[in-house]
């Protein structure tokens, strides 16, 4: 939503020949903003790395101030970052997954799929550079609207059968701030909440059970480091122990997180 995960050196942005968002004189950064960028995105992911700190990104084209930095959320820029081996381990979430805009607007949408930013995800879960890369299906309004499902359930069909695996690396999300004000989305205390919808809609595009189980629960506690897996494959460095430690601390029992073994 404004800049890239890396490689923002020589945008526009760097000098001030010419108008840019990042010239704002809140901003501060003056000259040389995509190395300063580039400079501190580097250091945020090697903390990261070492201290198996996920990062949630946002990789959708959306919401940023004009087309051009929209096109900077674009996740072949996380493919550098991985291909890198600079930061081994780097868990990264990429963002509201499942629109496949590039595609949806045509009438035959399966055949402009390699187009889609989803497209470009499904190559970078199923990367060997991309062991903790993971993508969550959040803010997925059209599944709650008869025409814009039908085509997103034949692109998420497509993309399954071209990523068989997708479902070890694919996490559930609403987004609710921003899905929650979809006119048909299920009101406090529905019958059929959300979560619902959205495992209904995995069984349409073939997921089966144990599958579904992995994205509504089980990809989203490898990624974030709770389960008991990681805690015995990081020790005191995983999420689980620093968690554990901050009950500790406190006095607070940590026996709510052995849901997640």
């Not at 599944?143 to 997708?166: H, N, Q, T, Y």
């Not at 899905?179 to 019958?191: A, C, T, V």
Request: hydrophobic residues 40%; contains cysteine; glycine residues 6%.
């Amino acid at each position: 939503m404004g800049f890239r995960a890396i490689g923002n050196a020589g945008l526009p942005d760097e000098t001030f020949d010419e108008p840019a968002y990042l010239h704002s004189a809140d901003t501060g950064l003056e000259s040389q903003i995509g190395h300063k960028l580039d400079a501190a995105l580097t250091q945020l992911y090697a903390w990261c790395s070492a201290n198996n700190t996920p990062i949630m990104a946002h990789t959708s084209r959306s919401f940023g101030p004009n087309s051009d930095y929209e096109d900077r959320a674009d996740p072949v820029f996380w493919a550098d970052v991985l291909k890198s081996g600079a930061f081994p381990g780097l868990r990264i979430n990429m963002a509201h997954f499942g629109h496949f805009n590039n595609a949806v607007q045509y009438s035959r949408p399966a055949n402009y799929l390699d187009k889609c930013w989803e497209w470009t995800v499904g190559k970078i879960i199923t990367s060997s550079d991309s062991a903790y890369a993971y993508a969550d299906i959040s803010s997925l309004g059209e599944i709650l609207k008869v025409g814009p499902s039908k085509k997103i359930l034949e692109c998420m069909r497509a993309f399954k059968d071209r990523f068989p695996d997708s479902d070890e690396r694919l996490m559930y999300g609403t987004d609710w701030s921003m899905i929650g004000q979809e006119e048909r989305f299920p009101k406090p205390f529905s019958s059929k909440p959300f979560p619902d919808i959205m495992i209904f809609f995995l069984r349409a595009v073939g997921y089966d059970d144990t599958q579904i189980e992995n994205i509504m629960f089980r990809n989203a506690a490898r990624f974030l480091g709770l389960s008991k897996d990681e805690r015995e494959k990081f020790g005191e460095h995983s999420t689980r122990a620093r968690l554990e430690r901050f009950y500790a601390a406190h006095g607070l029992s940590a026996d709510w997180m052995t849901a997640f073994d």
